[in-house]
């Protein structure tokens, strides 16, 4: 797909790797809606990013724990033109273990990750012009295919993604293209970086090779015309996850 001038709309944007995809989009052209839920001042700065980047930007502001934001979110986005690329990266990283987990954590972990992102992903279909190609990508993770009883319901929600982006791809070929990218610990959240190893990896464009080797991941998925569809592309971090 051509992705000059086309639009994309990256949730949970504000920051970290999400602010790397949104301003990689950038770098290719792409408008960009920048989805965020609380962190408004980093939004902003990436937004003023992309757009430093000769592209227009918005940001967008929604809590995915209540999927009926969702076809907001889309309308929203769709003011830059109609979204062609998803990229479903908002996300909760809560640890949980079995005698821990309650209802509401299991429901808030499903619905940010399976639920909003199934929303968003029918409202873009529904707005999108008859021949104009789609891309949906799902950022998994490598608790979507094996077991860490550390985070049970975020593994749980996790798998529900893995599976969804499969129901997609099969509805929605060939117009339409399904993957997803499965990082490694590429930016460990900040509680594991303070308990775990003295290194901490950049989190900037050119600093942090395995940052840098996932958005080209991205802009592969997104530029690909050969239909392949419902496909999970490992990308390793600066530690290897076992």
């Not at 999927?67 to 830059?80: V, Y």
């Not at 099969?170 to 930016?187: F, K």
């Amino acid at each position: 797909m051509e992705m000059t001038g086309k639009v994309a709309l990256v949730t949970g944007s504000a920051h970290r790797i999400g602010r790397a995809m949104a301003c990689r989009l950038a770098d290719e052209g792409m408008h960009v809606a920048i989805h965020w839920n609380r962190s408004r001042e980093q939004a902003l700065a990436t937004m003023a990013a992309c757009r430093a980047r000769g592209v227009e930007a918005l940001t967008v502001q929604g809590d995915l724990s209540d999927p009926s934001i969702a076809p907001e979110i889309i309308a929203e986005a769709s003011t830059l033109g109609p979204v062609q690329v998803l990229v479903n990266n908002a996300s909760r990283f809560v640890p949980n273990r079995l005698l821990e987990i309650d209802a509401t954590q299991l429901e808030i972990d499903h619905r940010i990750h399976v639920v909003s992102p199934t929303i968003l992903a029918r409202e873009l279909v529904k707005r999108l012009p008859g021949g104009l190609p789609g891309r949906i990508i799902h950022m998994l993770d490598w608790r979507a295919s094996a077991a860490d009883p550390r985070y049970l319901s975020y593994g749980l929600a996790k798998a529900g993604l893995l599976h969804l982006m499969k129901m997609l791809a099969a509805e929605l070929a060939p117009e339409i293209t399904v993957n997803g990218i499965s990082p490694g610990s590429i930016l460990p959240p900040s509680n594991e970086l303070a308990s775990g190893p003295t290194m901490k990896p950049k989190a900037e464009s050119g600093e942090n090779p395995s940052l840098d080797l996932l958005t080209d991941v991205l802009i592969q998925l997104v530029r690909q015309d050969d239909g392949s569809t419902g496909q999970v592309v490992a990308v390793e971090g600066w530690r290897t996850m076992s």
